[in-house]
């Protein structure tokens, strides 16, 4: 069965800190992951996507990195802002006919001053 | 702005009711995704329409239907509504029939059943 875990479950930070998401996956077979931020009651909005050769992609503050071999992935964020508070949600796609998206549970990420 | 539009951005209707949540894609895609999110839950699958035709089926009650229209919006339909029901529903769309390109949310209804 095709699962997506995500840890920690919420964390808190202090302004200007880093911090780092987790995301196992065993979606098999694999084609890209991508990570989401929500923010409350909004729609999800892609940060990065990669597919199963890229190890790394940035997105400003946002790093991504894939383990395909370990199918693991993270989500840097590197010194955090109030606005960086939100949900965020790894996705990883099959390669399959379906093609179908397998959803995290999501990490609640509240950032304070 | 995402591209994505959806209609109504809230609603509140009692039990055994029925309503209709609408999807507009963004310009040129052709697949739109509907899925629920419950409070504190992740995001949950529903239905897949492609260029009008059902391509995917998730986690939808029976009581749920959904249909993709010639001009490609989309309508979610919700019958005999439950307390259980209440939640934001959000749709996707993207260009092609697979999620590998330009996969975008729409901002959600917010479903208030009481």
């Known amino acids: 069965k095709n699962q997506v875990e995500q840890s920690p479950q919420s964390l808190i930070i202090l302004e200007g800190k880093n911090c780092t998401l987790q995301c196992n996956y065993t979606v098999s077979p694999f084609s890209n992951l991508r990570w989401y931020k929500q923010d409350t009651g909004r729609g999800p909005v892609s940060l990065t996507i990669m597919t199963f050769s890229e190890n790394t992609k940035s997105n400003g503050r946002y790093t991504a990195t894939l383990d395909a071999d370990t199918k693991q992935s993270s989500l840097h964020i590197t010194a955090s802002q109030l606005s960086d508070s939100a949900s965020y949600i790894c996705v990883v796609s099959a390669n399959n006919a379906g093609n179908m998206l397998t959803f995290g549970g999501g990490t609640r990420l509240m950032v304070k001053p | 702005d995402s591209g994505v539009t959806q209609t109504p951005k809230h609603l509140i209707t009692a039990t055994g009711q029925r309503v209709t949540l609408r999807c507009s894609p963004r310009?040129?895609?052709?697949?739109v995704y509907w899925y629920q999110q419950s409070l504190d839950q992740g995001l949950q699958f529903l239905i897949q329409y492609y260029n009008g035709e059902e391509r995917a089926k998730g986690n939808i009650l029976e009581r749920f239907s959904a249909q993709q229209f010639p001009d490609l919006h989309s309508e979610l339909n919700l019958s005999s509504l439950e307390l259980g029901d209440s939640a934001l529903y959000f749709c996707a769309s993207s260009v092609t029939l697979t999620y590998n390109y330009g996969y975008t949310f729409g901002s959600g209804t917010r479903l208030t059943v009481v």
């Open positions: 310009s040129g895609d052709l697949s």
